[in-house]
């Protein structure tokens, strides 16, 4: 791949008098941005980062920023190839630019040019680039030209900043304040916006301190004018680091036609303190893949491309023993989702093999392209032959409010802790459960027109793999989008309709746009088990994954679920929530037809249950969220949205004053459609792994009685705005010794059974920042013993490191849970004890004899084993090996215990 980083020197006279600036520097760095002409797309090239997305874009090789709304002040382009060190020394940089309607009128302050001094050496490069909008430490600073013709410097730093869910709206009054320059003189020539100027900074850094001289003149030489501004004295922290350009306001709005800001072309920088770094953006972002049944799933999601870039890329795989790259598939553009996805048949388990995702990008010059590699790792089967590890996460939050500081005071992605932590595990499988995204985090939302709206998710997406493509390269997959992925703060798909409330039930993003999100997020898992279209066209995912013996039945519980408003009219549910006075949730709210899985979830569930082949011995049920609900709110509160604001209590507290919550957002309810989907895959001695609810987890799932049914693991958020806690009223009835009161058997708010083993509550920590792990966040651990067939759960602190000698989990944790607990009906009597002399480990069903109904299927850890019932009977036991085709058949009435 070629690279447009340069190194030579030059002299300081080509960019500004040198009696202005005596000094002489010793070796120096120079960049000059690559641009692809003939081209308009958003993406401007691979050395850029937009804030957002959908505010620049590269036109017949012009960087343009057409946002210039008051309520999306500025906008930075990150320049993410090089920076400036700290120290002592110098740099340059230098821009044509221009106003994009140079004949319009301008909102008071508008202006563009440079953005530079973004974080330092303890602030990821990742974190600087996201500096938008609003200042706050860390954020640098403006040097720039106002279309009223002067020269500014703005500080980006000050201003007491301060964000909730996201960041949005006007600046305040005291924000972006400019920093009196020591002197100015000169005047650009009438007509200057017509034809742009050419801008240039000069940056002399001296024991701590930094002189700027920023200097201006029209683009066309053979006009005379132009200015120069010195400001002296600054902190040198205002200067070193990242930097880029900025587009600030713009024209205002006439009639229909919305005001537009700058743009730039011909981006230049050099300097003793200039430094490269490896970062880039685009043009593939990330890569997810999924290896089942001997089928590759593989999507490359790119950054948005134009009409005239090349619409075709090519999966290579690295031979084994040879080394040597073969092509494997081709795959051509989805213009929505901004991906290329893959598909090879015949990938049979084994061990790693390398691959890349190869395309031919337009970045620089008219004509040609230069290919570009992502490269990962197919991991076919697990890493050990003795257990089979998964890491669980869910809800990646950037921004949980606050004062706004452009550092990991206040900022969490890309995550890089957590992802190292994770990392560390080296797990075979990841899961993300949902909220991969989430709708207003950081930049605010925009819904409408579609074109907008794509971009707006894709805005956010990209950052969700550029957070865990370390990660995501080099293992298999799950993504399933959740609530905040489809840009609701709930969710009650309703079967797929159109809806104009999301309590009404139902999606209120048009079908094209959750078409698009949808592919970005699963169109790499495997095929759906029933691909039918459901209401609007929209597609479904829900499917089964089979890799090395484990066995995944991978559902969508939010899609066809009902909304209690409709249903439960006397409940008054207000966003998922009961705010009818003397409804008592426990008795009224259950609606016995009310759908949760569905028909056809339920169908699949069943099957998949009976199937343990392609070497199954374990099976697990992945989906959004806990079929119960795990939560309490205060006693006078009618709803969830009192959370943020709760004190949080001291370390092993049990705070009095909360009640059971009872919000429909979980899976509690409807209890009967619960009870349905716990009755299916308990047959498959599944545990139940999800996200969702912000509360690391661990309980035993009851119908009938407690326990009855298997385990549901809710990992702990990646980070997240919302702490839901477990108080209860009452302590649960026959705890472990020493447990806590919130751990036992309880009834939830809906009159569910479950018995709690562990909880993550919020508490206070030591641990900075304390908005960020006083939420307890964290991920999830699963070891898969081989062997045994036993699982167990870990749940980990986002601020432990494991690799630490005494790290510990949260409280709780680890927890080991034996296969046979997973369907924990106690058995009535058994079946006549069976032998398996053939191939391997035998698989053992059990069908009620009349009906042939599955009572439960497994594979035994032993070639004997005797089979269990839980009501007298006579019954069909069929044993054996489902891969080679050999089964042995009795009928047998069961014998009490």
């Known amino acids: 791949m070629k690279r447009c980083f340069l190194f030579f020197g030059f002299l300081l006279s080509t960019l500004l008098p040198a009696q202005r600036h005596p000094s002489r520097m010793g070796a120096q760095h120079r960049y000059r941005s690559p641009l692809a002409g003939g081209l308009e797309r958003v993406w401007v090239g691979p050395d850029w980062y937009g804030m957002r997305l959908q505010d620049w874009r590269l036109v017949q090789g012009r960087i343009e920023c057409p946002e210039a709304r008051p309520r999306r002040p500025i906008r930075v382009l990150h320049q993410l190839r090089v920076f400036s060190a700290q120290g002592s020394g110098e740099y340059r940089l230098q821009v044509q630019m221009g106003p994009l309607d140079p004949g319009g009128t301008f909102l008071p302050g508008a202006a563009a040019g440079f953005w530079v001094g973004g974080g330092n050496d303890g602030v990821h490069p990742w974190k600087s680039a996201l500096v938008h909008h609003r200042p706050g430490k860390n954020g640098g600073m403006f040097c720039g030209l106002e279309a009223s013709g002067q020269l500014v410097f703005r500080d980006n730093e000050g201003g007491d900043a301060r964000g909730g869910w996201g960041i949005t709206g006007p600046l305040k009054k005291g924000q972006f304040e400019k920093f009196p320059a020591t002197a100015q003189e000169g005047s650009l020539p009438p007509g200057w916006r017509k034809e742009g100027v050419l801008l240039r900074l000069w940056v002399r850094v001296r024991e701590g301190k930094a002189t700027l001289v920023l200097s201006v003149r ?491 049914a298997g385990y549901g693991f809710c990992a702990p958020a990646v980070a997240n705005t919302w702490p839901r806690r477990w108080f209860p009223p009452q302590a649960g009835k026959d705890r472990r010794e020493g447990a806590p009161p919130w751990t036992g058997k309880f009834l939830d708010g809906f009159g569910n059974h479950l018995t709690v083993h562990a909880v993550s509550n919020p508490q206070k920590t030591p641990y900075k920042p304390a908005r960020l792990h006083q939420r307890m966040p964290g991920y999830g651990i699963l070891r898969l013993d081989r062997k045994t067939h036993a699982i167990t759960v870990e749940c980990w602190p986002r601020a432990v490191d494991p690799r630490e000698e005494g790290a510990k989990q949260y409280p709780g944790w680890p927890l080991r849970i034996p296969q046979r607990e997973e369907y924990g009906r106690k058995a009535w009597g058994t079946l006549p004890r069976i032998v398996w002399e053939g191939r391997g480990l035998p698989v053992v069903q059990v069908r009620e004899a009349k009906t042939g109904t599955l009572v439960y299927a497994l594979r035994s850890t032993r070639k004997g084993f005797i089979p269990f019932v839980f009501e007298p009977g006579e019954y069909l036991l069929r044993y054996g090996d489902p891969d080679g085709g050999s089964w042995k058949e009795l009928r047998a009435r069961a014998k009490k215990n």
């Open 218 to 708: 029209p683009r066309d030489e053979a006009l005379e004018g132009g200015i120069e501004a010195r400001l002296e004295g600054i902190s040198a922290g205002l200067v070193d680091g990242s930097f880029g350009l900025l587009s600030h306001l713009g024209t205002k709005r006439v009639a229909k036609k919305p005001g537009r800001g700058f743009w730039f072309r011909r981006f230049a920088a050099s300097g003793s303190l200039l430094r490269k770094r490896e970062m880039q953006f685009g043009p593939i972002v990330g890569c997810l893949y999924t290896l089942s049944r001997g089928v590759l799933k593989l999507t490359a999601q790119m950054a948005p491309l134009g009409p005239g870039d090349p619409k075709e890329a090519r999966l290579e795989i690295q031979e084994p023993g040879s080394g040597a790259w073969k092509e494997r598939a081709r795959a051509q553009y989805d213009e929505d989702a901004c991906t290329f996805r893959f598909r090879v048949e015949g990938m049979e388990e084994g061990p790693p093999l390398p691959y890349r995702v190869v395309y031919g990008a337009r970045v620089s010059g008219e004509v040609g392209s230069q290919d570009f590699a992502y490269e990962g790792v197919l991991r076919r089967r697990a890493k050990s032959r003795e257990q089979f590890v998964i890491a669980s996460l869910n809800c990646v939050k950037h921004f949980t409010g606050g004062p706004l500081h452009w550092d990991g005071s206040a900022l969490w992605f890309p995550h890089q802790d957590l992802v190292a932590k994770v990392e560390s595990h080296d797990p075979d499988f990841l899961f993300f459960a949902g909220d991969q995204i989430y709708e207003g985090d950081l930049t605010g939302i925009e819904r409408r027109p579609f074109a907008r709206a794509r971009l707006d998710y894709l805005d956010k997406y990209y950052r969700w793999h550029l957070s865990f493509r370390s990660l995501t390269r080099t293992r298999p997959t799950v993504s399933i989008p959740d609530d905040h992925d489809v840009f609701q703060g709930n969710l009650w798909g309703a079967g797929g309709r159109k809806a104009r409330r999301q309590d009404d039930g139902g999606y209120t993003m048009p079908p094209r746009w959750l078409k698009m999100m949808e592919r970005t997020q699963t169109s790499h898992l495997p095929d759906p088990v029933d691909p039918r279209p459901i209401a609007q066209g929209l597609p479904v995912y829900f499917t089964r994954l089979e890799m090395d013996g484990v066995s995944f039945a991978i559902l969508e519980d939010r899609k066809f679920k009902d909304s209690p408003t409709p249903l439960v009219p006397k409940g008054k549910f207000r966003n998922g929530w009961p705010r009818a006075k003397d409804f008592d949730p426990a008795r009224e709210a259950d609606v016995p037809g009310a759908v949760l899985l569905g028909k056809r979830q339920l169908a699949f569930l069943e099957g998949w249950a009976a199937d343990w082949s392609h070497q199954a011995w374990i099976k697990l049920v992945l989906s959004q969220t806990l079929f119960s609900n795990l939560a309490t709110i205060p006693e006078k509160a009618t709803g969830g949205e009192v959370l943020p604001g709760l004190p949080v209590p001291e370390p092993g507290a049990w705070p009095k004053g909360y009640k059971l919550a009872s919000d429909a957002d979980s899976n509690g309810w409807p209890p009967s459609g619960r009870d349905r989907a716990l009755r299916a895959w308990r047959k498959a001695f599944a545990l139940h792994l999800c996200g969702d609810q912000h509360l690391g987890s661990l309980v035993h799932y009851g119908v009938d009685r407690f326990d009855d």
